[in-house]
């Protein structure tokens, strides 16, 4: 079953200024910082405490994270959930009939494995699964 939140995605049109805005404010240090071809994002993890927070820059404008900064600006992406088995998880979704994003988990941040559930299916929200370490 799903454990604790992971992090909180949040789409930034500057990477930098926004980390240094989540340091200033929070006192959040820098953990890791990779572009995620795959997803279309230069993602940065930050933490403050125990928590993290996923700083997420577009690698264009036809990117997920793009047409999201284009429609709603920047702010709240996702929330993702720690989770032993990310396929596991989807199956159950797939079973139950909700709509999702990926079929099959992918690497993510990290070198995890990620998959995303449709807004839809959480009334709004974008939510994320994400493998143990
Ligand atoms: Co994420």
Do not use: C
Not at 9 to 25: E, P, Q, S, T, Y
Not at 30 to 37: G, I, N, P, Q, W
Not at 45 to 50: C, N
Not at 93 to 98: C, M, N, P, T
Request: no cysteine; hydrophobic share 45%.
């Amino acid at each position: 079953m799903t454990g604790t939140i992971h992090h909180v995605g949040v789409a930034v049109d500057d990477l930098d200024a926004a980390i240094a805005r989540w340091a200033a404010l929070f006192g959040a240090t820098l953990e890791h910082r990779e572009r995620v071809e795959d997803q279309g994002v230069e993602a940065a993890s930050l933490r403050i405490g125990e928590s993290r927070i996923e700083l997420l820059a577009a690698l264009g404008a036809e990117t997920p994270v793009g047409k999201f900064l284009a429609k709603r600006g920047p702010g709240l992406h996702h929330v993702a959930f720690a989770t032993a088995d990310v396929g596991a998880e989807l199956v159950r979704l797939k079973a139950d009939g909700v709509e999702l994003i990926d079929e099959t988990p992918r690497q993510g941040m990290f070198g995890l494995q990620v998959a995303f559930i449709h807004p839809e299916a959480t009334g709004g929200v974008l939510a994320e699964f994400v493998g143990n370490e």
